[in-house]
């Protein structure tokens, strides 16, 4: 029995050593690439990209260091609040005109 105690002391500290090093590499960062928010939430980067791009996440352009063209971001806190809420109502259709009933 004594054994069985040993083995499972071991075997808890490898668990705990093991969900130290999965905390550690899961800290939080102030700003995701659109990557690494889409990887996070579970959805395509084009998925996340069209979100940015209509408002329904807040995001913001920043130099991404490859080429002409800027790189969405996200900030940690939207992550968050996109997590709670989900996604910011539709607002891309404001500026078309209302239908109009026949007759």
């Known amino acids: 029995m004594q054994t069985d105690s040993t083995g499972l002391e071991s075997r808890l500290t490898r668990i705990e050593q093991m969900l130290a090093a999965l905390v550690e590499g899961q ?23 069209q979100w940015c791009r209509s408002g329904r996440v807040t995001a913001r352009k920043k130099d991404s260091g490859r080429g002409a063209y800027l790189a969405w971001t ?3 806190a939207e992550l968050l609040r996109f997590q709670q809420e989900g996604l910011r109502p539709r607002h891309d259709n404001d500026n078309l005109p209302a239908l109009q009933a026949d007759g």
């Not at 800290?27 to 990209?49: H, L």
């Open 74 to 76: 996200i900030s940690h």
């Open 27 to 49: 800290q939080a960062r102030q700003w995701y690439s659109i990557e690494e928010f889409a990887r996070i939430v579970g959805r395509s980067t084009y998925t996340c990209r």
